[in-house]
């Protein structure tokens, strides 16, 4: 039986505008994914003969922005595995177990929020196009102070 320690997924996910995530990141910690996704065709199906929803969410998958990490490290045969249970899962008759298994899939493969954290993976922003250019000015987002930001100094003698 396990008692305390660390486990892989303990803890809050990073959080990529904290102070120290901002650290990690300008050592590469963080990793930006193209927000156009993966281009080219998917990798070949490499389990058994795959059904034609399998094939319709294995395209479907490889067109996004994570693929392009996935196809780095690998990972063909573990999203092959998640189309699988996903397209099981599905169905109305589908085991609660097999559900379960859906969301670790989406988390270790950074298709859900806290998995894209957990990752360190974020999109870049969107490029525009011509028509997105003619649209409204929409300012950028403020920027959130650090911690750092928020101390401030009071001179020796002032509120005491």
């Known amino acids: 039986m396990s008692?305390?320690?660390a486990r892989a997924v303990s803890g809050p996910a990073p959080d990529p505008r904290s102070l120290r995530s901002t650290k990690a990141a300008?050592?590469?910690g963080w990793r930006t994914l193209p927000a156009e996704g993966r281009e080219g065709a998917p990798p070949e199906w490499p389990l058994t003969t795959a059904a034609d929803r399998e094939l319709d969410l294995w395209e479907d998958l490889?067109?996004?922005p994570q693929a392009v990490a996935w196809e780095d490290m690998g990972q063909g045969l573990e999203v092959a595995l998640f189309v699988r249970t996903l397209a099981e899962a599905e169905r109305a008759?589908?085991?609660v177990d097999v559900k379960k298994m859906v969301r670790s899939y989406l988390d270790?493969?950074?298709l859900s929020v806290a998995g894209m954290n957990r990752n360190?993976?974020?999109i870049a922003p969107a490029i525009e196009g011509p028509e997105q250019a003619s649209g409204p000015e929409v300012p950028p987002p403020a920027k959130r102070p650090s911690a750092r930001d928020r101390l401030k100094v009071v001179?020796?003698?002032e509120g005491a």
């Open 3 to 5: 008692r305390g320690g």
């Open 26 to 28: 300008e050592k590469g």
């Open 62 to 64: 490889w067109a996004k």
């Open 93 to 95: 008759d589908a085991r």
């Open 108 to 110: 270790s493969l950074g």
């Open 120 to 122: 360190r993976w974020k």
């Open 155 to 157: 001179p020796s003698g």
